[in-house]
């Protein structure tokens, strides 16, 4: 059985807050008693988007060093910026297309998909992506079952307000 831990938004902006957050986070997992087989993190890995953010993030996280314990599987958020994202956490070429990845484990695969737009708080799919995963899952063995990580809820999540609860402040209306 495939165990994932999952931490998303970390929000480093080189400030002595969030990267103390982000270690404090990073040594709870790494000290976890139980195997763990890979940890996802999905987006908003920088606040602003900068080389020197991802830098951080790379460190942090054992990116460069190989200092985890097991993989760190990464996807952007909208904070983050896909050409310093993919040279300073990734140690690749800064392009500006979609970071998407695909890691194959024993009894599962999971798919890291891109679900920024640049420039927007907002998240979608594009064509690439989705070509992507239709050719990565065509790839995958008969009846591999595999996980697809994002940033972004895939679907509108409704936020009802609940029969007959009253909010004193007035929100939602």
Same mark, same amino acid.
């Given at each position: 059985?495939l165990? @994932?831990a999952?931490?998303s938004?970390?929000h480093?902006? !080189?400030t002595?807050?969030?990267?103390a957050r982000?270690?404090?986070?990073?040594?709870? @997992? *790494?000290?976890? #008693?139980?195997?763990?087989?890979a940890?996802?993190v999905? !987006?908003?890995?920088?606040?602003?988007?900068?080389?020197?953010?991802y830098e951080?993030?790379?460190?942090?996280l054992?990116?460069?060093?190989?200092?985890?314990p097991? #993989?760190?599987?990464?996807? #952007?958020?909208?904070?983050?910026?896909r050409?310093?994202y993919?040279?300073?956490?990734l140690?690749?070429? &800064?392009?500006d !297309?979609?970071?998407n990845s695909?890691?194959v484990?024993?009894?599962?695969?999971v798919?890291?998909?891109?679900?920024s737009? $640049?420039g927007?708080?907002?998240? &979608?799919?594009?064509?690439?992506?989705y070509?992507w995963?239709?050719?990565? @899952?065509?790839?995958?063995?008969?009846g591999m079952?595999?996980?697809?990580?994002?940033?972004?809820p895939p679907?509108?999540? $409704?936020?009802?307000?609940?029969?007959?609860?009253?909010?004193?402040?007035? *929100? $939602?209306?």
């Amino acid at each position: 059985m495939l165990v @994932l831990a999952h931490i998303s938004d970390l929000h480093l902006d !080189g400030t002595a807050r969030s990267t103390a957050r982000a270690e404090q986070i990073r040594d709870r @997992l *790494w000290e976890l #008693p139980e195997h763990v087989d890979a940890l996802l993190v999905t !987006g908003d890995i920088a606040d602003h988007g900068t080389e020197a953010e991802y830098e951080e993030a790379a460190r942090i996280l054992g990116l460069r060093t190989g200092d985890a314990p097991f #993989p760190v599987l990464t996807c #952007p958020g909208d904070h983050d910026s896909r050409a310093p994202y993919r040279k300073a956490l990734l140690g690749l070429p &800064a392009t500006d !297309g979609p970071v998407n990845s695909a890691h194959v484990f024993d009894d599962a695969a999971v798919l890291m998909c891109d679900s920024s737009v $640049p420039g927007s708080d907002e998240g &979608a799919l594009d064509d690439e992506t989705y070509d992507w995963i239709d050719e990565t @899952l065509d790839e995958l063995d008969d009846g591999m079952p595999a996980l697809l990580a994002l940033h972004h809820p895939p679907c509108t999540i $409704p936020c009802p307000t609940p029969t007959g609860w009253r909010n004193p402040a007035g *929100w $939602p209306p």
